[in-house]
């Protein structure tokens, strides 16, 4: 799905094999490889991203699947100077299984932008979006090799999904775009077989077409969860979110602007402060976190992610200037 402003994505054909594809079965979170005690776990992140890309910003925000209780939470991550991610799925890997899980993103070299490659190329080719979709198909592909038993999953879910949020290059304006990293199997003999990850399935989320109403965006994962959208409870009134909008008049604005389809003209504070609080009956008791992203401030926190115990890696020819996951979250 592109709109009419879109910027396709031309990744390069794959060769046609002979494979299996997956047939369907429910997956849930949790243990994906679990017949023998020396093969590969993949510990999946189930749950939503609602998107609302505002003027001058983009808020979004992270719920855990309430239904699954060894699911973990979306996380996000840093992808280049211009995007950042929302990680769903198969985001951790132990191999062999019992050993300490190997995070994807920590496995993807950081991209540090497309610096080097000239603004004509970068703007006809898009070189920053298939930069990122390789890098994370490389990391699946050394993760799922391992993989030599039978794996179920449902013909609509990916084994991974990525949410890019940012700007694109040369003036282009917010962006949206989901990543859906799919994997076949090809049986080599008896229950062995050998699995592949096809490259990704990209889809434009923001912009729409020209003349489509601009309202907010949501991904789930596992995909087909049951309930209604943000979107959905804003333009059915929903009783909670016409409580909230009678709250506060900012957030009247807002819900105002939603349901008008300008939802990129609200102002980007008032935008954030009502998805904070439109989300927190959403999550009930599950984590979730709440951002906003900036083109000249990179990504700033409401509510931080409970990010795990471990620290990511720092890198010590990263500008000063480049966005950072680590702004501290505003009062």
């Given at each position: 799905m592109?709109?009419?402003?879109?910027?396709?994505?031309?990744?390069?054909?794959?060769?046609?094999?002979?494979?299996?594809?997956?047939?369907a079965c429910a997956a849930a979170p949790g243990l994906l490889a679990q017949e023998r005690d020396d093969e590969v776990v993949a510990n999946l992140a189930a749950g939503r991203v609602i998107v609302h890309v505002a003027r001058e910003s983009i808020v979004f925000a992270t719920i855990q699947q309430a239904a699954e209780a060894d699911s973990l939470a979306p996380r996000v991550v840093a992808l280049d100077s211009r995007h950042i991610g929302v990680l769903l799925g198969a985001v951790e890997w132990q191999i062999p299984a019992g050993a300490k899980p190997l995070r994807v993103e920590r496995e993807v070299p950081r991209l540090g932008g497309v610096e080097g490659v000239p603004p004509s190329q970068l703007a006809?080719?898009?070189?920053?979006?298939?930069?990122?979709?390789?890098?994370?198909?490389?990391?699946?592909?050394?993760?799922a090799g391992r993989l030599h038993h039978r794996i179920d999953l449902r013909p609509d879910e990916p084994l991974l999904q990525l949410v890019v949020i940012g700007d694109g290059p040369g003036g282009y304006g917010p962006e949206v775009w989901l990543y859906d990293?799919?994997?076949?199997?090809?049986?080599?003999?008896?229950?062995?077989?050998?699995?592949?990850?096809?490259?990704?399935?990209?889809?434009?989320?923001?912009?729409?077409e020209k003349h489509a109403p601009r309202t907010l965006l949501e991904?789930?994962?596992?995909?087909?969860?049951?309930?209604?959208?943000?979107?959905?409870?804003?333009?059915?009134?929903?009783?909670?979110?016409v409580r909230l909008a009678r709250s506060e008049p900012k957030f009247a604005r807002v819900v105002e602007k939603i349901q008008?389809?300008?939802?990129?003209?609200?102002?980007?504070?008032?935008?954030?402060?009502?998805?904070?609080?439109?989300?927190?009956?959403?999550?009930?008791k599950s984590r979730f976190a709440v951002g906003a992203w900036t083109e000249n401030r990179g990504l700033d926190w409401l509510v931080p992610p409970e990010e795990p115990l471990e620290k990511a890696q720092e890198?010590?020819?990263?500008?000063?200037?480049?966005?950072?996951?680590?702004r501290k979250p505003k009062p």
């Open positions: 592109q709109g009419a402003s879109s910027r396709p994505i031309a990744f390069p054909l794959a060769r046609v094999l002979s494979l299996l594809v997956l047939v006809d080719e898009n070189t920053d979006l298939e930069m990122i979709g390789v890098a994370y198909l490389e990391v699946l592909r050394k993760f990293y799919h994997a076949v199997q090809e049986a080599v003999r008896g229950d062995y077989y050998q699995t592949r990850v096809l490259r990704p399935r990209t889809t434009q989320l923001y912009p729409p991904v789930r994962y596992p995909p087909g969860v049951a309930g209604a959208t943000l979107q959905e409870r804003i333009d059915h009134n929903d009783l909670g979110i008008a389809g300008k939802a990129n003209s609200a102002d980007p504070a008032d935008a954030a402060e009502f998805l904070r609080a439109a989300v927190v009956p959403l999550a009930g890198d010590k020819n990263r500008p000063p200037e480049a966005p950072t996951l680590l």
